[in-house]
Structure formats: structure tokens, C-alpha cells
């Protein structure tokens, strides 16, 4: 792993992003911070961001990397306080937040899909973790260090969460 | 561009050399213009004979202009790529407690992932489904009262029950049960609850589980829990069982010993019994008053009497949230549960609601669950009533003290007060357990019937009555089955070797407890056998009772048996209160029948001897006021 890597067990902090779509608002986005066990350190989420048309012609097919890794992962990265020792992702369109940060980024399914790209995945708790194609160190490195969380550990769950409170912040905030 | 210009422009020497023909010249015969013109430039023109052709002959004028088409534009369009500001919302959870971990065993020390040789695993390979089956998820939902955004996401951020105790940061020694998540998720997230489960149901482990959540997460760092006298080594050892790593400091001792636990910082869990709260609490300066972050109330029916000192104390304490916990919400009254609410402060002051209300708060601030609706697979509770004749000498006893006890009644006209009538029915109660000149007893004989068989199989017997005197008068007729005495005269620190013995001792097969001091929080549930040996005047509290062994943990069906004297007073009493318990239902909801408990009133006393009710002093109603029964017309009205 590089840069930050794993730490000893009792200081990993894990990263949960996910992003979401509002209706005619644009994307938010929101990072968790947990322990090891999955106890909520600290908690982000961005307003919504819509792009204009200028940025969704120019960009094209490049536009939903840039707002969502580029803009918003970053953003949400850069506003913690508590920075994670890895980010697990559910949308594989924000992989490409590894090429804006020097935190592995890793997309969490579940253990029992079936992989049939050419990429190296990492077995951690209840799920498999899939990383960027330039950056297959990030898979090497955690392999070596996965014994630090618990077996029963559930990647995904946590995202769940951060679904959920982006829901309750739409309701509650920008449905006004 | 050139060849374009070339191909509609004459070639230059050919221009030269060629002069335009005039009006008058001998013109070229047609074909032979057409040839010249349209050799190079290709264009053909048709000549019509139509009386015009001179003016047709003439050769067509043909001129060129340049276009540059190499002029840079006068506009460039520009954009440069800005970065949207986005804002961020942020919310930063507190740290919690850390308690040492408790020392464990290395056999049990909870697993942790070993690495596997095969770290990395290529693609198309498939993963083996090494994950368990999902289990159902307990997520802690906002309470309805947390508006802020930061306080509903602070609930919505933690993890689900099942993983947070799934022997990560929170060892449990058992796996709860689905309902017990669900309280416990429920209590977590409340500042006012009042847990109302059914005796049994692990209102104790509920409540420690979710203190422990609320000091890991960082939502409390002070708690007070009070209990009567009598449970807290039970509560001693549940919290050794479920929460080892908590420190619990028992509030004990002298004057000013109490005082500084009281009042000293940084005890996570004060434990305290209800004569010690009034009493300390009243003492202490309002500077130095305590405050807490929780405050908990166990057997909260205590003050159900509002007015009460206890209540007062209660109510006065400082404290973030307030939860209370009992079995019987409502012993007598639904209003009852208006002292209740007022303690977990979801209603002002001295506030009285009304049916429609009551009922509208129990939605929002009780949970109560019942053994029928939650534990189907527990084995049954077998009641039956053993309807005894009495003996000969205890019949001629019972029929000369009611005749004399009636006469004398009679005789007070209308100075009679319920008084008069509670002290004949006590006396008749009394002979019905037993004759006292005599020491005959129907039921004795039922009961030595029973014990032999129980023994003689290696069961184990619960015996409840409301004398200690009958309980100290059966114990040397049944000292074939080594019984243990636990009521009230027995000093509080040797209560717990007895009811330890009771559980080791494979002789020792029946436990003698009076219903005011074994009734409440004892966990006997080894025992299958409950015997009612006299009837309590509220079913609540029998089946406080017969729950001490009837509850989780039961592995066999336990068979109560109610001894009941045939034409006697306890008969009437028994009619009276099947009726009443099927009176009302309206407070907590359908199917709830543990919750229609109603002692008898005053009238219903009178109308045991046939007696009219008198309306003076004394002869107040302490049951249902008669509009509330006709509102709720499940069961028939007042009896007088």
C-alpha cells in the first residue's frame, strides 16, 4: 500500500464515499470515517453539485469521473478531519478518485460475485475489493495487512449508512 | 481555388489574341463558338432558333472575383475548465468511553481473520461463498423528537445492533434475541422511554446493553440507576454478566460516603435503591445537586403515586434522559401511567390526560411486548387451579369467624369503612391456608401431594404466599424437600446464598418466598413449578411472581398451580378479579392481557359479604372510576 497504507489495528480508520443523484439538483456526495469496527468517527457530505451544459458537452463521457471522483471525492477528502487509511467505494465510477489522492481506494461487493475483468481483488470481512487498474500495489499492499479487521466485518453495510444519511440531509436540508 | 479560377476564366494568351466581336462583325458560324467557349471553361449553350439569334450569337460576359478564404475568424471561442465550489455539511461523532477489556479466556477470545496463504486472488476465479447467511439487521432509527439534522444522522450513522455486538468492541456473552435488538435499538435512541416488556422478556439485559452503547458511543458518561433494595445484587450480577468492562459503583455505606459517590465525577454507573435516592438526594444542596445523563428506574411502578416523596425525589433529579422499566405499567389505574409519563417528562407538571391521550403516549414513549407475541417457541405457561375442600376442622373454623365477622360488621352500621371488611377477609384467608388451633390444611396436604412427585423426579418448586407467617409455619411440614425460605425477614446479604443453593442444591427442591420480596427481578427460571398457595389482590403481581420462573432461559413448560378454597372467600375474590382482568384493554393495545390488573376497590371488598358500599369515609374507590369502565364496555361495569 501507499502512501498513508494501514496503520496498526487499533488506529485504522476506514473511509465509506458514496454519491447520489437529486432530482434536477445535481449529485451530492457523502464520506464516512469509521474505527475498525465500524463505529462512525466522522461524517461529510457535500450540497448538491449539477454540472452546466458547457461542462456536459465538453466533458462527455469524462463528466461523471470528474464531478463525482474529481470534485466531489476530493472535496469530501479534503474537508475531513480524520483522514482514512483506505476509502471503499460501491460505484465503480469513483475508482478514479486513486488518481487524486494517495489513499487507496477500493470498490467493495459481495464475496460471493463472480469477477470476470482483468483486475486483482482482495478478499477483507464479508467482501471483495476491487482497485484501480494503475494502481495494483493498493490490492498487494492490503492483502498483506487484512488480518487487521475483524472476519466478520461487513464493508458494504457501512455504505448503506452513508446512503441513508445522504437521504435524511435530502429530506431534511435541500427538500425545503 | 486556383483551378477553380481557371476553369471559368479564359486562358490569358487566348484573350489576348482573341477580340471580342462587335454588333455588325460577320459572326462565327454557332458551332464554332460554342467550340471555343466551352473548351476550356465546359459550359454549353444551346442555340434556339427563335428569330433572336443575333442576340443570342453574342458572346456571354464572364467575370471572376476572389474569395480569401484564408481570413483568420474575428471570433475564438474560449473555456478554461473551473472547479465548482462545493460546501460540505460535517458532523463529527463524540469519541465514547473506553473501558479496559474485560480478562477473557483464551478459548472464548473472540476470533479475528487469520490471513490465508492466497491473499490475492486473480480474476476469474470465484470467490467460494465463505459469507454467512444475512441475518437480520436492527438499524437505530432517529427518534421522533431529534429535529436537527446533526442528531437524526448521529442515529442513522451507527452501525446496525447485530454488527456493533457481534464480539468487535462489545463482547455478549449470549446472542439476544431479535426483539431484544429491537429494545435495545429503541432505548438507545431514546431520552424518554418507559420499557414496559412482560416479565421476563430481559428488560435488564436490554437496559444494560443500551447504557453500554450509550457510554461506547459517547452519549453518556454518568448514569444512576434505581432499583428496590432487594434487586440490587441482581442487578450487581446482570451487569457483571452483561457488561463486565462497566465500572458500577453500588451507593451504600454512611452518610458521607453516599454523599461523595453521589456527587463524585467520573463514575460511569451508580446503582442506588429507592429508600437511598429519597433520602440522599433530599440532603444534598442544590449546588451540589448530581446530574446525570441518564437516569433509570427499575420497578418504576414505584411511584406510581405521584405525590409520593419518592416520586418527588425522583422527579427532581437532573438528568438528559429518563427511562423507566416495569412489568405492570398499570397495577390499578391507567392514570397511573400519568405519573410515569410525567417522570420520563413527556407531559407538565401534575398533568392529568385523559384515555385518549394516555393511550396517544403509550404509542410514542412505551414499548411493551409480551411472551404471546415474541416467544412463541417458549414453552408453555400450564395454569390450573387446584379448587380444594377444606378440612373438617379448617371448614368449622372459617364458617364461625364469617358469621361472627358479618354479625360484628353489620353491627357498625354506617361507621363500617373498608377497613373493617379487609381485616375479615385477612382472617378468612388466613384459615383457608390453615387452621391455627388445629394446623389442619387442605391445601398443605395438596401441596406435600404434589411435592413428592416434583422431588421424586428431580424438579424444583416455587411456593408464593403473602404471610411470612404461613410461609415459617409450612417450612418444617416440608423439610422432606430441604426448603428455603426468602422473604422479607431475611437479612438482604443472605438472600443471594439461598437463591444460589436453591439452583445447586439438587435437594433442595422448594423455595418459600412471600410475594412482596421474591415477586420482582429473580431469574428462576430452572424452576417448573410455581405454587400460588394464597391469591394475591392483584393478578399483576402473581404473575410478577409466577414469571420469576416462567421467563427466557425456560427449557421445560412450568405448571402453575393456584390453590383455591372451595366457598370461601378466595373463590368470590378469584371471580371477581377474572372478571376485572378481562375489564380493560384500551391503554396499551389489543392482546395485552397482562396489563388488565386491577385491585380490588372498595365497593368490590363490600360486595365479598354481600355488604352495600358506603360512600363515607373510607369507602373510596381505588379502582377505575365508573366513567372510564362504561367507556370501555369489554367486561361489565363497576360491581357493587
Redo the contacts between chains.
Sequence with gaps: MTGAGIQKADGLRLGFMETMEVDGRGHIGGL?I?NQ???????????P?R?NR??EI?FGETLRPWLLAE??GS??LD???IKPNLIIISDPGLLDLRNHTHIPVACAS??????????????M??S?LRFHDAHTID??SL??Q??L??????LS??LE?VR??LT??VR??FAR | MNELRSLITLPKEEHSSTELPTIGDSLPTPPEVCERITSPPSIRIDMAQTGFNPALARRPQIDTHSIHLETPLDFVPSWTPRRIPIKCIGLTLPEGMEFLPPKKDPASSPKRVACETADTVSSETELLPKTQPPRKVTRIRPPADALSLQDRLFYLLQPPLESWLAGQELIMPFEPFAYQYEGIAWLFASHSALLADEMGLGKTMQTITAIRLLLRSGQARRIVLICPKPLIPNWQREFKTWAEELPVVTVEGNGARRRMLWTMPGIPVLLANYELMARDIAEIPDEEQPKFDLLVLDEAQRIKNRDSRTAEVARSIRRRRSWALTGTPIENRPEELGALFEFIEVIPKNASPDLRQLSKLAKKYILRRTKDLVMKDMPPRIDRDAELEMTDAQESAYRTAEKEGVIQLNELGDSITVQHVFELVLRLKQITNFDPLTGESAKLERLMADMEEIAASGGKAILFSQWTKTIDWLAPHLKDFNPLIYHGGVPSKQREPILARFKQDPDAHILLMSYGTGAVGLNLQFAGYVFLYDRWWNPAIEDQAINRAHRIGVKNPVIVTRFISKNTIEERIDRVLREKRELFQAVLGEGDNENVTLSLNASEIFGLFDLKARHKDGARSIGPNPHFSQRNQTGPPELS
Design positions: 464516512l469509521t469496527n465500524g463505529r462512525p468517527l466522522e461524517f461529510q457530505c457535500t450540497t453539485v454540472p458547457t461542462q465538453l470534485l466531489i472535496t469530501l474537508r475531513v478531519a459481495e464475496a460471493r460475485s463472480r469477477l470476470t475483468d482483468e483486475c486483482q481483488v482482495v478478499r470481512g464479508n471483495v490490492a498487494e492483502a498483506k487484512k488480518h479487521l475483524p472476519e466478520s466485518a461487513d453495510e457501512p449508512r441513508e444519511a435524511e440531509t431534511t436540508v
